[in-house]
């Protein structure tokens, strides 16, 4: 860590994305980024419920697949952009890395919510049971607990910019931890349970198939970056007023 | 730097027995929550012998967590984390020797005390010392772990419910490996898994032992500014 | 028609499905926008209310 590349670094990152800078540029984003990711949305949803065709094994439950899937990827995605974003608040002091982080963990939490849930009404009618601890549904259950947790940590935590370096920790030492626990949790199962267990994902995927997948995946992630900046704004418009109602409360005890 | 790092673990080991007697209420707890479960699941003694490595593991990760947040709690309110954090011994040291104070008081004493509760869900005698050799193992990575919850989670209130629920995740790995080397000398599965678990249970303890100071470090540094 | 809200026996899965994926993600872009509105007023207004003085005093501490 010499004092000197890292300062020029974050300068140079400050001046690339600075809270003004980033108001002015995601605001002229945010409209063609709701049409795009509603647009892609739309198109797969028809794909996903009419024009494709029920599969020869699973018949129309697999249509579930097209929610699904793209939820458990996102909340992949989500946790990954907010470790990364964690990395660059710790490593470059970036007033927006924090801001970033704290934004996406709602969303990827919403998405897990998603995958959990409807991972549970596709196991219903294929597997007989609501749950089966399988070691895809584990680890996204405890990848759901690590949303919570980072969640948790910045609620508690009053001063923001304590919280925000707390949860940076948080979020790496997670990230570090998920693939030890997606490898133990893989090993636990492969220990315990038969080999002759229904496994969701076939050799192939029709081709039919794939473009609804494609398209709602695409859908879904460019909804969740649209939202994500949303969020950042409303983040950096609660800074702001908190630094307004500092100074007031500086003008009026001077007063 | 290295009689500094002793002195602390002797203050905690010192402190610990005159508050907390020692290891004595975390053994306690381990005995009351497995008292608890045939309670729970009726006295058949098949099934808790088929339970029991599952059982005991989750008390010890139990009664490791309860411990946790008095880790640095006690010293953040009387002020002695900030001479600590200001003094000559890095913060990760600092870190180092509370996580092994730790262990020296909650998870060193139930290892010991196991037997007993093992014995008591009709566990064979055969499967303690793969039992305990696993505890052995992975009981420093739950204190070592442990710190960062305790680390992230200092000066907020009711920061040790908080400390549990962002720390547990992380104990799963410990768990599943722990599990499975007790299982397997009691159930013989098949060749390998015994020794497959031990290992990969010392990976991820040496590899806590490295990843709990630094990030506990980390964690410290963000609350105390 | 009724043979595609039917879903070959599997509507209550299907739909029910469908009906998260859209109110899941619909909840949270309300939520999130309100908190914008929510937010965005609350800075007009303490920027208004204050006048100059404190909006100068106020500048120094946001670029950080």
Redesign the interface.
């Known amino acids: 860590m010499s004092p000197m590349t890292s300062l020029s670094a974050s300068q140079r990152l400050q001046a690339f994305a600075?809270?003004a800078r980033f108001m002015a540029l995601s605001a002229r984003l945010l409209a063609p980024l709701w049409v795009v990711s509603l647009g892609l949305l739309c198109v797969g949803?028809y794909y996903a419920?009419?024009a494709s065709p029920?599969d020869y094994q699973q018949?129309?439950?697999v249509?579930?697949m097209y929610?699904?899937v793209p939820?458990a990827w996102l909340a992949m995605f989500g946790y990954s952009l907010m470790a990364a974003a964690s990395a660059v608040a710790?490593i470059f002091r970036h007033?927006l890395a924090d801001l970033c982080a704290k934004s996406a963990a709602?969303?990827g939490a919403?998405?897990t919510?998603?995958a959990l849930?409807?991972g549970a009404?596709?196991g219903?009618?294929m597997w007989g049971a609501w749950w089966v601890w399988d070691a895809r549904l584990t680890s996204v259950l405890?990848l759901f607990?690590?949303y919570?947790?980072y969640m948790?940590?910045w609620a508690?935590?009053e001063e923001p910019?304590?919280a925000a370096?707390?949860a940076?920790?948080?979020a790496?030492?997670?990230a570090?931890?998920v693939p030890?626990?997606r490898?133990?949790?893989v090993?636990?199962n492969t220990?315990h349970q038969p080999a002759s267990v229904f496994r969701m994902d076939g050799p192939t995927i029709a081709p039919e198939m794939l473009l609804p997948l494609a398209l709602m995946a695409l859908g879904?992630t460019f909804?969740f970056v649209t939202?994500l900046l949303?969020?950042m704004?409303?983040e950096i418009?609660?800074?702001?007023?908190r630094?307004?109602?500092?100074?007031?409360a500086?003008?009026s005890a001077e007063d | 730097m290295t009689r500094a790092f002793f002195a602390l673990i002797g203050r905690d080991l010192r402190l610990a027995a005159r508050i907390g007697g020692g290891g004595g209420m975390a053994v306690f707890f381990f005995l009351v929550v497995v008292a608890v479960v045939p309670l729970g699941i009726g006295p058949d003694l098949n099934l808790l012998a088929r339970i029991a490595p599952g059982m005991l593991w989750v008390a010890l990760l139990l009664s490791s967590l309860l411990t946790l947040d008095r880790l640095f709690q006690a010293d953040y309110e009387d002020g002695s984390l900030d001479l600590l954090a200001m003094g000559r011994l890095p913060l990760e040291l600092v870190a180092a020797a509370k996580a092994t104070g730790h262990f020296l008081t909650t998870g060193l004493p139930l290892v010991v005390a196991a037997p007993l509760p093992g014995l008591m869900l009709n566990l064979e005698v055969s499967a303690f010392p793969a039992l305990m050799l696993a505890m052995l193992a992975g009981a420093p990575a739950l204190s070592f772990l442990g710190i960062i919850g305790a680390g992230l989670t200092v000066g907020i209130r009711r920061g040790g419910l908080l400390a549990s629920l962002l720390v547990l995740p992380f104990y799963i790995p410990v768990l599943i490996f722990g599990v499975a080397a007790a299982r397997a000398a009691l159930f013989g599965f098949p060749d390998g898994v015994a020794g497959q678990s031990l290992t990969l249970l010392c990976a991820v303890a040496l590899a806590s032992l490295v990843l709990g100071p630094v990030a506990a470090a980390a964690a410290l540094r963000a609350n105390l500014r | 028609m009724e043979e595609f809200f039917h879903m070959g026996g599997y509507a209550a899965y299907v739909w029910t499905v469908y009906a998260l994926g859209v109110v899941v993600p619909l909840a949270l872009a309300v939520h999130s926008i309100a908190d914008y509105g929510r937010q965005a007023r609350l800075v007009e207004a303490l920027e208004s209310e204050a006048g100059g003085r404190i909006r100068r005093a106020a500048r120094p501490e946001q670029d950080r």
Do not use: C, D, M, Q
Not at chain 1, 237 to 241: A, I, K, Q
Not at chain 1, 243 to 248: C, S, V
């Open positions: 600075n809270p949803l419920l009419v029920p018949g129309e439950t249509r579930i929610v699904h939820s710790l007033p709602p969303i919403a998405f919510f998603l849930v409807t009404l596709w219903k009618p405890i607990f690590l919570l947790g948790a940590l508690a935590i910019a304590r370096r707390a940076a920790v948080l790496l030492v997670g570090i931890n030890i626990i490898y133990s949790v090993w636990w220990l879904f909804f939202l949303v969020r704004r409303a418009l609660r800074h702001r007023v630094t307004l109602r500092l100074a007031r500086a003008a």
